[in-house]
């Protein structure tokens, strides 16, 4: 390897998205072109590699890593322990190799540790075996509390508690000067808006839940969503704008919402953030 390309190497700070859709995977040919799978993000700091969240997009980054053949490091950061963002856990190939060693980050809900929430997924009669039986990498689990630093590699990585049912961590990756905000599963509205903003301030990448039309969580097409915890394109908009982020990815799309929409959601952003992109499967983004 030359010295041009250790030095890139080291600098590299990108994100590449596994999965973007919101509460079920949604496969199927009106959803190719943004994909179907339950949140995963790999983000590369330059020798460190970050994992967020293990919906059943993690398969599918899990099987790129077995195909590379040689051991793996990386540390897992969970939002939460809600279904779709932990559901490709049993199916993660390279948790099963014991070459390689995972830190896996996550707070304490509803008195359980992040150990016990996997733990917890993967028992009889929802599953045929369990975490302690069949994972062989080398596992260490660590708890997240929100708004304390943790230090990965020359990264820092921090959480702050969203306003979500049950709860929700938004993580915010600092890395030479640049700095990536992921925050899924957040409803907008509360008191916590302003001392998200300030979180957030100056991301050079905002990835933000942006599930909903405003028709559509008030009510007026299909079910009122107020206090389903997921927020609007609008509101997505607006708290980038509050955070003085420089470029909005939207996130965790509506299962039911097809690529024609998704498509007419993202020119009505573009209108007021001519940056901004819609996440989708294999999309990569360099900070």
Avoid at 13 to 37: H, L
Avoid at 77 to 97: E, N, S, V
Avoid at 98 to 113: C, D, H, L, Q, S
Avoid at 142 to 157: D, F, H, K, N, W
């Amino acid at each position: 390897m030359s010295r041009r390309s250790r030095v890139d190497r080291a600098d590299r700070f990108e994100v590449e998205f596994w999965g973007v859709r919101g509460s079920i995977p949604a496969p199927g040919s009106s959803t190719q072109r943004y994909g179907g799978n339950t949140p995963c993000l790999e983000v590369r700091c330059g020798a460190e590699t970050l994992i967020f969240d293990l919906g059943s997009g993690v398969r599918a980054l899990g099987d790129r890593i077995a195909a590379v053949g040689q051991p793996v490091r990386a540390s897992i950061f969970l939002t939460h322990y809600h279904y779709d963002h932990l559901q490709g856990l049993p199916f993660f190939a390279p948790i099963f190799d014991p070459r390689n060693a995972f830190k896996v980050y996550g707070a304490v809900r509803e008195g359980r540790t992040v150990q016990q929430a996997l733990a917890g997924q993967m028992v009889a009669p929802y599953f045929p075996v369990s975490a302690e039986v069949v994972f062989q990498a080398q596992v260490e689990y660590r708890t997240v509390m929100s708004g304390a630093p943790l230090q990965v590699g020359e990264a820092r990585v921090t959480g702050f508690d969203l306003n979500h049912p049950g709860g929700s961590l938004a993580f915010r990756v600092d890395f030479r000067g640049r700095s990536l905000v992921y925050a899924t599963d957040v409803e907008h509205g509360s008191p916590l808006d302003a001392d998200f903003a300030r979180f957030a301030r100056g991301a050079d990448v905002f990835i933000y839940d942006a599930m909903y039309t405003e028709d559509e969580y008030e009510g007026r097409v299909g079910p009122r969503r107020v206090g389903w915890g997921h927020s609007t394109w609008n509101a997505a908009v607006r708290a980038a704008e509050d955070s003085r982020a420089q470029k909005l990815v939207l996130f965790h799309h509506e299962p039911t919402r097809d690529d024609a929409g998704m498509d007419r959601i993202l020119r009505a952003v573009r209108k007021v953030r001519p940056e901004a992109v819609a996440a989708r499967e294999a999309l990569v983004l360099k900070l």
